[in-house]
């Protein structure tokens, strides 16, 4: 278990980090891809890092494997050979990672654990997804479980393990059953958080090595703020 922040440069949080792959834990606000906006993507800060540390000429090699919403914090991780980015994007696509995000949401859900099973229908005009019961036109199937791992004065921190990856999935469901993740307007939650991030965090990855098959579970620390310091 790792959760050791090996660097800080330049404000880049890394966790893990070989030969192979790299592993680091995104802020609010980072984009882990470019995008329409032209901001400076973290994969960019990524390969500056590795460029500047192994003092390498030319262009650096590193693979997207995954990715988080801008708002959203935690783990990320990326390949640095092309063999890991195809062994890790398949260890992906089959499942065979264990993801667990913690949010923080206001609304109590009904139960204090549970299983949610729903069909996302994605709307790219808005860059949403909504969470139906019963399978509508286009959508996909969405599967998480969550549980309530802390009560805090006035919102709830849940741990939840995702068995799907589909787009905004946790906003989405933990919306629909009346318990939106906290700052997240797009998904009903009443006001904005102070730095424009929402309270979901990408907390534990478990998975396989790509190339030495060794067990990896990385653990992500959550941001400095009174609510997740609370938890």
């Known amino acids: 278990m790792q959760m050791k922040i090996l660097s800080n440069k330049n404000n880049l949080q890394i966790l893990h980090e070989d030969n192979h792959i790299i592993i680091v834990n995104k802020r609010v606000g980072d984009i882990v891809q470019g995008d329409k906006t032209g ?3 973290l994969s960019e800060v990524v390969k500056e890092y590795i460029k500047d540390k192994y003092n390498k000429s030319g262009e650096v090699f590193l693979g ?13 991780l990326f390949a640095r050979t092309s063999k890991a980015l195809t062994r890790m994007n398949e260890l992906f696509s089959n499942r065979e990672t264990q993801k667990t995000y913690w949010a923080v949401v206001k609304n109590k859900p009904q139960n204090p654990e549970d299983k949610l099973i729903h069909y996302l229908k994605r709307n790219e005009k808005n860059n949403t997804s909504k969470a139906h019961l019963k399978e509508v036109p286009e959508s996909k199937i969405a599967s998480l479980e969550y549980k309530i791992i802390k ?4 919102y709830f921190a849940l741990e939840i393990n995702l ?13 629909v059953i009346g318990s939106p993740i906290k700052g997240d307007l797009k998904y009903g939650f009443d006001r904005s958080n102070p730095d424009g991030g929402i309270h979901l965090h990408a907390r534990k990855l478990v998975f396989t090595h790509p190339v030495t098959k060794e067990n990896i579970e990385i653990i992500a620390p959550v941001p400095n703020d009174v609510i997740w310091n609370a938890i």
């Open 39 to 41: 901001d400076k993507p």
């Open 64 to 76: 997207v494997v995954h990715r988080l919403d801008r708002p959203t914090t935690g783990i990320v």
């Open 151 to 154: 009560e805090l004065n006035n």
């Open 163 to 175: 068995h799907t990856g589909r787009h905004h999935q946790i906003r989405a469901q933990l919306a």
